[in-house]
Antibody
Framework: QVQLVQSGAEVKTPGASVRVSCKAS????????IHWVRQAPGQGLEWMGW????????NFAQKFQGRLTLTRDTTISTVYMDLSRLRSDDSSVYYC????????????WGQGTLVTVSS | EILMTQSPATLSVSPGERATLSCRAA??????LAWYQQKPGQAPRLLIY???TRATGIPARFSGSGSEKEFTLTISSLQSEDSASYYC?????????FGQGTKLEIK
């Protein structure tokens, strides 16, 4: 069965960077795009960007341009999200999510990774 | 950027009754609209895509309708386990914005 398993919670200070990993299993890793979505405490869902695991091509929401990097390691079926210059309002649960077919909606989700940014 | 607006923010419905949730797009998204259910402490779960197609394993009491700018998620014969937040998402144009959510409470 399809699974996306994310790395554990992180606590960072303002200005630092964070890396969250998302390990895929149960399907051919390069067949489906992986997106990242975040959710601040008690708030709604915010789309961040995607990576094509086959080519490595990425696309980001404008607000994350310059701070967000998505990479992948096809040998271990893992996608990495790096967010730099962290601010307190980046404190959120970060989810990786796999698309269904070619549409940019998400049929499988990771369990979420809580990133807390605090001095 | 397409603003997605959901209403109502909170909805309280008795078991066995019907719940109707609305989602409005600021501009046309054709039928590129998905609905998700999220329970506290859990990741979202895909319910509907293509505005009206149920995802695998989703009970028939969940149905979606609409096109262009106006969409509806209907949950017929509510059950206690339907208590959750529900989000719509457009995937017609980047950024793939979500609505702010509707919290559904079962009386």
């Amino acid at each position: 069965q399809v699974q996306l398993v994310q790395s554990g919670a992180e606590v960072k200070t303002p200005g630092a960077s964070v890396r969250v990993s998302c390990k895929a299993s149960g399907y051919t890793f390069t067949d489906n795009y992986i997106h990242w979505v975040r959710q601040a405490p008690g708030q709604g869902l915010e789309w961040m960007g995607w990576i094509n695991p086959k080519s490595g091509f990425t696309n980001f929401a404008q607000k994350f341009q310059g701070r967000l990097t998505l990479t992948r390691d096809t040998t271990i079926s893992t996608v990495y999200m790096d967010l730099s210059r962290l601010r307190s309002d980046d404190s959120s649960v970060y989810y990786c999510a796999r698309v269904y077919g070619t549409g940019s909606f998400f049929s499988f989700w990771g369990q979420g990774t809580l990133v807390t940014v605090s001095s | 950027e397409i603003l997605m607006t959901q209403s109502p923010a909170t909805l309280s419905v008795s078991p066995g009754e019907r719940a109707t949730l609305s989602c409005r797009a600021a501009q046309s998204v054709n039928i590129n609209l998905a609905w998700y259910q999220q329970k506290p402490g859990q990741a979202p779960r895909l319910l509907i895509y293509g505005a009206s197609t149920r995802a695998t394993g989703i009970p028939a009491r969940f149905s979606g309708s609409g096109s262009e700018k106006e969409f509806t998620l209907t949950i017929s014969s509510l059950q206690s386990e339907d208590s959750a937040s529900y989000y719509c998402q457009q995937y017609n144009n980047r950024p793939y914005n979500f609505g702010q959510g509707t919290k559904l409470e079962i009386k």
